[in-house]
């Protein structure tokens, strides 16, 4: 079943000026200190995302059990409070539910990532670019591993290290390419 296609009403002139200002083409770097239990190290993180329009994000994980994904989705932004906080949302191919808060303010990231099975027991596998059609399909073959409700929900908090404009090291999208 496609996307719908029709706009949500936050998709309004008013929130489009809010967005120029607040979000389009701004590239965040940042970091999670996700405390290991297990062994009792805090590990370091590293996200970088780019939003690049008001349907599409690019970004690249640098730490932790995804390091080394690079990535692109269609997107959905909700402004919360217009120069303070905003949402994003998007799908993954792995079948990974992705939720994210920018608190402009306080230069915090919290998420919420519902990892699908596959996503979560084979993180390995899901690694690489989705440039490259090989990595791209074995995501997709992530997906189809357990159920619904097998998802690993994953609630974190990250610290904001660098803000600008622009792509930064990422690579560029037209916003023509196939996504979820």
Known sequence: MPFPTALPEHM?????????R???DLHLIYDYNVYQEATGVTEKWR??????????????????PMAGRKN?????????????????NWLEETGTICSLVYDIKEKRIT????????????????????????DLQRWRKLAEIGKQTDRILLSEQANIVEVFRGKGDLV?????????
């Open 22 to 24: 607040d979000m389009k």
């Open 47 to 64: 996200y970088e995302m780019w939003f690049v329009s008001e349907n599409r994000v690019v970004y690249a994980i640098h730490g932790g």
């Open 72 to 88: 692109f989705q269609y997107a959905t932004f909700q402004c919360i409070r217009p120069g303070e906080l905003w949402q994003c």
């Open 111 to 134: 998420t919420l990532l519902g990892f699908s099975k596959g996503h979560w027991e084979y993180p390995e596998e899901a690694h690489g670019d989705k440039r490259n059609p090989e």
């Open 12 to 20: 309004s002139p008013e929130w489009q000026k809010h967005f120029e």
């Open 172 to 180: 560029p999208i037209t916003g023509e390419e196939e996504t979820l």
